[in-house]
């Protein structure tokens, strides 16, 4: 679309003097009648230019890149200046910095949708990735936006910019999306069907309510550095997943699982019933507004090849192509490794009774194991540093057993452990020992991926 009346003579082309770049890195190529996204080059240059305020969209799908690139910003701009970053992504799990995949997510359940993909050809695999800011566990998908804004320290607040997101939505006709205490955007009141969340953008169905509901439509996480502070957010638009969320975040494990870090909160959330291009129009809208820049800046980046710019800002379209940028690169590798998505687990014990808290909560003690096995496994960056397996009230069996399983499993990776069976086969005790098979099937339940 064209830019807005009155603001084309605010918009133009970056021209290289900017950049100090050669002029051939503003040629951008249209792909079947699309407009190119900003070439890597010119937006790798980006920490050269003083402007108040910079504004991207991502065309990416892909959480790797997308959160690549937002750390490259958070890294690279300006130090004085203030960037939106927006973008969707495939439908992925999205845990915290510090947060337990085992506890926050049903892993084999992202192993089955990896199998049906491979099955399918189709690409409904949901994704597992650990982002770099703190936080609760989220689920992404083409129904919600996630907004980014990374600015000076100095002036980091954590509702000013969810308070800019509630306007936009005010303005889309949302009128009882508000800011609350915890930060999130809400929607106040207003009859639906609860739904309940592991996170902001997770649910399960509870059945029909009547009277007033106050649901999250936004949770938010942050990093903050020395001279600059990131906020990012998923907004819940119009997800089709939102009755398989629930099954996504609830682990098998999470009552017997002892972990440091940070666990998700659990909310009712809805979704707001938006297309994704007017909440991304809005927000910008508003953004624009409150940084004092021209009106019709959404559409501008739409309709311009390359990157663009006007008074105090600039902006433009991104996508895959930056991971030619090798910061950006090493940023999507580092993201998809086990190093990175399961290592960098905070320690936690998995024991086969549940915890304390789990039984205050209700929990009962495993079907699947009976009374007399107790297991206690203790991991520290998701490799085992102690284990016991008692099967027997004999102390000298349990001594032998647990001293064979010791050096089986010492310091193994979970995560490389495919199945428990294959495992416990290789420890003497328990190659005969009647109660192997359930033992391993318990632990694939608890420790799978």
């Known amino acids: 679309m064209a830019p807005s009346r009155g603001f084309s003579t605010g918009m133009r082309l970056i021209r290289c003097h900017l950049f100090a770049k050669p002029s051939s890195v503003l040629q951008t190529r249209r792909s079947h009648g699309s407009l190119s ?5 010119e937006f790798a240059a980006l920490s050269e230019v003083e402007a108040k305020c910079q504004i991207y969209l991502s065309r990416s799908l892909d959480p790797y890149v997308n959160l690549s690139i ?47 993909s491979l099955t399918t050809g189709s690409l409904r695999e949901v994704l597992l990735v650990r982002r ?64 309940r969340s592991d996170g902001p953008s997770a649910s399960l169905p509870q059945g029909p309510t009547t009277g007033p509901r106050t649901r999250k439509i936004s949770g938010s996480a942050y990093k903050l550095t020395r001279f600059r502070a990131l906020h990012h957010a998923t907004c819940l638009l119009s997800s089709p997943n939102l009755h398989l969320i629930h099954q996504y975040l609830h682990s098998l494990a999470k009552h017997y699982i002892q972990a440091r870090g940070v666990e998700s909160v659990s909310s009712p959330v809805a979704n707001v019933n938006l297309g994704t291009e007017d909440f991304q129009r809005a927000v910008v809208s508003e953004f624009a507004a409150v940084h004092g820049l021209p009106e019709g800046i959404y559409d501008a980046l739409q309709s311009v090849q390359g990157l663009a710019s006007g008074n105090d800002w600039v902006g433009g379209l991104v996508d895959e192509g930056l991971t030619a940028i090798p910061e950006v690169k ?36 495993s079907k699947t194991l ?55 086969r290789r420890v003497e005790g328990f190659q005969s020992h009647p109660m192997t098979s359930r033992i391993a099937r318990w632990l694939d339940m608890m420790l799978g991926r």
């Open 37 to 41: 996204s900003a070439a890597p080059a």
């Open 70 to 116: 937002e750390h490259y910003l958070l890294q690279k701009s300006p130090p004085q200046s203030t960037v939106l970053f927006l973008y969707i992504d495939r439908p992925c799990v999205v845990i915290g910095r510090n947060q337990n995949p085992w506890l926050e997510v049903n892993l084999p359940m992202l192993a089955e949708s990896a199998s049906k």
């Open 132 to 195: 770099r800011s703190g936080g609760g566990t989220v689920f992404h998908d083409e129904g919600n936006v996630n907004y980014s804004v990374i600015c000076p320290t100095s002036q980091f607040h954590r509702d000013k910019y969810a308070q800019v997101v509630a306007s936009g939505l005010q303005k889309l006709g949302i009128h009882q999306a508000k800011v609350n205490k915890r930060h999130d955007i809400v929607l106040d009141g207003g009859e639906a069907d609860e739904v």
């Open 330 to 365: 090493r940023g999507v590798e580092e993201l998809k490794s086990d190093a990175w998505i399961y290592s960098q687990t905070p320690q936690f014990t998995v024991t086969s009774s549940p915890t304390p808290m789990a039984l205050l909560q209700g929990a009962q003690p």
């Open 370 to 424: 009976p009374s007399s096995v107790h297991i206690s496994l203790e991991a520290r960056f998701a490799s085992i540093i102690s284990g016991s397996i008692m099967t027997s009230v004999n102390d000298e069996i349990v001594k032998v057993e647990n001293d064979q399983l010791v050096e089986a499993i010492g310091n193994r990776k979970i995560q490389d452990i495919d199945s428990w069976e294959d495992v416990l």
